[in-house]
Structures are given as C-alpha cells and as structure tokens.
C-alpha cells in the first residue's frame, strides 16, 4: 500500500500562484507515473496533468501553459506549480500514482482545497 499525502492548497485571489506537493510512501516511487487530478463540486474528477518515468508530461487543455508538474524521484515527490490562477480552477485536487509495472495498481491521496477568489 502506497499513501499519498498532499499539501500546499489554500485561497489565493485570481491571477495569483500555489504550489502542490505530493509526498509518496513507496521506495519505488520511481516505478509510477504520477498525476494530479482534480474535482469541483458537482463536478466529475478530471486530469489535470499527469508525468511518466521518464519526465514526459500531459495536461489538460485547459491549465497548459500555467501549470507545470515536476517531479523529484530521490525526494519522492511530484509538484504541481499553478500560476495565473482563475476562479474555475477551483477544486479539491488529488495526487495519483499509477504503476508502470503491475497493471491495475493505483493510489489516490486525500486531497487538498484549492480555492480561487477575490
């Protein structure tokens, strides 16, 4: 079992920036691919971007060229920078872990609020 614990939300006023964090329990963090979902209420939960072993990256339309995911395999760590932030970006966002190696392994964490407001 692999816990995900997430931190770094918060409010921040539109135009603004924050940073998630993601820590994972796993000696084998290396062997995930890792993601950050999110979910706005009545709301399905959606991709927000996702990165493989290797460093390739995938985000959605809509947060391309503001947010930017990281991650740090020594520190077990993904990050998601948020920048220019707007009122729909407003969700609780969830880290994934996903294995390259066994299919079907999946890991959720317990989310952090993101809010956007004035």
């Known amino acids: 079992q692999v816990q995900l614990v997430e931190s770094g939300g918060g409010l921040v006023q539109p135009g603004g920036s924050l940073r998630l964090s993601c820590v994972a329990s796993?000696?084998?963090?290396?062997?995930?691919?890792m993601g950050w979902y999110r979910q706005a209420p009545g709301k399905q939960r959606e991709l927000v971007a996702n990165i493989g072993r290797i460093g390739s990256t995938n985000y959605a339309d809509s947060v391309k060229g503001r947010f930017t995911i990281s991650r740090d395999d020594a520190r077990k760590m993904v990050l998601l920078e948020m920048n220019s932030l707007k009122p729909e970006d407003t969700a609780v966002y969830y880290c994934?872990?996903?294995?390259?190696?066994?299919?079907?392994?999946?890991?959720w964490g317990q989310g952090t609020q993101v809010t956007v407001s004035s």
């Open positions: 796993t000696s084998f963090f290396s062997r995930y691919r």
């Open positions: 994934n872990a996903v294995s390259t190696i066994v299919v079907g392994i999946e890991y």
